[in-house]
C-alpha cells in the first residue's frame, strides 16, 4: 500500500522492518499491507481446575465467536508470564477466615516461584483486493461505488467486527 521505495532504497532502520504505517483510529493500527490491526488484552477462567464439561464449553464458545470472522482474517494469540509479585494482605472479621488465609499465604510465600499470565490476541484483517472489489461491484449491489475502494467503510468494518 505504501510505497517507502520513493524516498530511501535501502531498509536500514528499525521502522523499514516493522509493519505498521499509522494509527487510524483509537487502538487501531494500519499496517504497510494495507491490513487493519487491533489488540486487546484478557484473562480467562482457570483451565487447570475447569473440568471436561467446563472445557467443551468454553471451547464451543470461542469457536462460535471466531468463526463468525470469515475470510481475510489473522489471529494471534500471547502469552505473557510474570512473577506474582506477592501474597495481597486481607482483614477477615473471624479468627477461622484469617487462619485459612495464613495457611495459603504460607503455601504461597514456599519455595516455589507464582506467576501471573496476561494473554494478548491481536486481529488483523486484511480487506479483498481490488480487483476483487472492482468485481463484486460488477455483480452484486455493495458499498463499493465505481469499483473504488473506500477504506473508511473498511475500517468500520473492521471496527464493527472488533
Avoid at 521505495?5 to 487510524?24: F, G, I, M, Q, T
Avoid at 499496517?31 to 487493519?36: A, C, P, Q, R, Y
Amino acid at each position: 500500500m505504501l510505497n517507502l521505495s520513493e524516498y530511501r532504497s535501502k531498509a536500514d532502520r528499525l521502522a523499514d522492518h516493522l509493519p505498521w504505517a499509522a494509527l487510524v483510529a483509537p487502538g487501531i493500527v494500519l499496517n504497510k499491507d494495507g491490513s487493519f490491526q487491533r489488540t486487546l488484552r484478557f484473562r480467562g477462567p482457570d483451565l487447570e481446575s475447569a473440568t471436561e464439561a467446563e472445557l467443551v464449553g468454553i471451547c464451543a464458545r470461542a469457536n462460535n465467536a471466531l468463526r463468525r470472522l470469515g475470510s481475510g482474517w489473522a489471529l494471534f494469540f500471547e502469552a505473557e508470564r510474570t512473577e506474582a509479585l506477592g501474597y495481597p494482605n486481607s482483614h477477615f472479621p473471624d479468627a477461622a477466615s484469617w487462619l485459612v488465609d495464613e495457611e495459603r499465604r504460607a503455601a504461597f510465600e514456599g519455595k516455589v516461584a507464582h506467576y501471573e499470565s496476561r494473554y494478548h490476541l491481536t486481529l488483523v484483517f486484511m480487506p479483498p483486493p481490488d480487483a476483487q472489489a472492482r468485481a463484486e461491484s460488477t455483480l452484486v449491489d455493495s458499498h463499493y461505488s465505481r469499483g473504488e475502494r473506500d477504506w473508511r467503510q473498511d475500517l468500520a468494518r473492521f471496527r464493527d467486527e472488533t
